[in-house]
């Protein structure tokens, strides 16, 4: 079913990169709402400074009694396992000379089929502009609200630069609609999760390892523990639908937004993926520079977490857009090739 790895691939970062749009519209309107204030639109710290005080990396070393997708499927399997999951997100955003942070929370109780139920929230603040994205599923629908404020309206907030998206997606249904073309595999309902942003952690954990090159393990110290630290970059066939066309029928480069390399860091006893890293290789330079840091931090395992928390009702002034049928529309040619 080639509808859903292409959902997936296209931009495989669904989970880690999906404030990166958010964030890049708050820029945007904090720019064309207040152009001489550029003092508030100054990028964050820098990238290895944040890297420099968090991480204490020993001389690294391969590890070669370990392989990577053994790691990978550690993890993974680790993550499975537990009741529930809470933590704190950070995200460290640099896209050309732009650069902002993102704060929030993960939320996911244990990923059983037929019970999708996560939450996550990011809050990102450029000057006067503000913008934030919440995706929340209780198992059955999958709402994803996207609020952008331009601000330059003082203390009170004008409406008119206030722009909200709330999209609707019934998770049941979808997958009901895939089962039926006949091409439906635990693989497929990993892609089809990982798609809408659902699966959590170890879905986007098994894209990554589908979908990239793995290196080797190395052992390194973050936020003094210590940790396993996997790289890889896009397999050929991930890279050749994403790559721009080149001149005269030589490859093209990857787009400025797609990282060339990722490097995943897991918790050397419990595999948890405390922090995956993404690079862009600089232009015309074999150099690689930190595109998106994705810290999960104050994680807390098996502990209760309210039914509440997976519950959500749209506000009554703001009109969603239901997308239930589009992607269930998109099965259409798989099944009618079946057939």
């Not at 680790?78 to 050309?96: D, K, N, P, Y």
């Not at 999708?116 to 913008?131: D, F, N, T, Y």
């Not at 039914?307 to 009109?319: G, H, L, R």
């Amino acid at each position: 079913m080639k509808t859903h790895r292409n959902l997936c691939n296209r931009f495989l970062l669904t989970f880690a990169l999906t404030v990166g749009s958010v964030g890049e519209s708050v820029l945007r309107a904090q720019s064309e709402s207040s152009p001489s204030r550029t003092e508030e639109t100054q990028p964050v710290a820098p990238l290895r400074l944040i890297a420099q005080s968090e991480g204490r990396p020993k001389p690294p070393g391969d590890v070669k009694t370990l392989t990577a997708a053994a790691e990978l499927k550690r993890s993974r399997d680790q993550m499975l396992r537990h009741a529930s999951i809470r933590a704190r997100i950070v995200e460290q955003v640099t896209l050309a000379d732009r650069s902002y942070r993102a704060e929030g929370r993960y939320l996911q109780l244990a990923l059983k089929p037929g019970d999708w139920q996560m939450r996550m929230e990011l809050a990102i603040k450029v000057g006067e502009s503000e913008g934030s994205l919440l995706e929340v599923c209780n198992g059955t629908v999958l709402w994803t609200l996207t609020q952008i404020d331009a601000g330059g309206g003082g203390k009170k907030k004008d409406p008119k630069n206030r722009e909200v998206i709330l999209t609707r997606r019934n998770v049941q249904q979808i997958l009901d609609a895939a089962r039926k073309t006949g091409d439906f595999s635990e693989q497929t309902e990993t892609d089809l999760l990982t798609s809408m942003g659902l699966g959590g952690l170890p879905a986007l954990l098994t894209s990554l390892e589908q979908d990239m090159k793995l290196g080797a393990v190395k052992e390194e110290t973050l936020r003094d523990r210590p940790v396993l630290v996997i790289s890889g970059t896009w397999s050929e066939p991930v890279a050749a639908r994403m790559r721009r066309p080149g001149t005269g029928g030589s490859p093209g480069l990857l787009p400025p937004t797609v990282p060339d390399q990722v490097r995943i860091y897991l918790d050397k006893e419990t595999g948890f993926p405390y922090r995956l890293l993404y690079l862009k290789k600089a232009p015309n330079r074999d150099v690689l520079k930190p595109m998106l840091v994705l810290d999960f931090r104050d994680v807390v395992l098996n502990e209760p977490i309210p039914a509440s928390e997976f519950d959500y009702t749209p506000p009554q002034d703001v009109q969603s857009q239901d997308v239930t049928n589009q992607i269930i529309e998109g099965f259409a040619p798989a099944a009618a090739g079946g057939r």
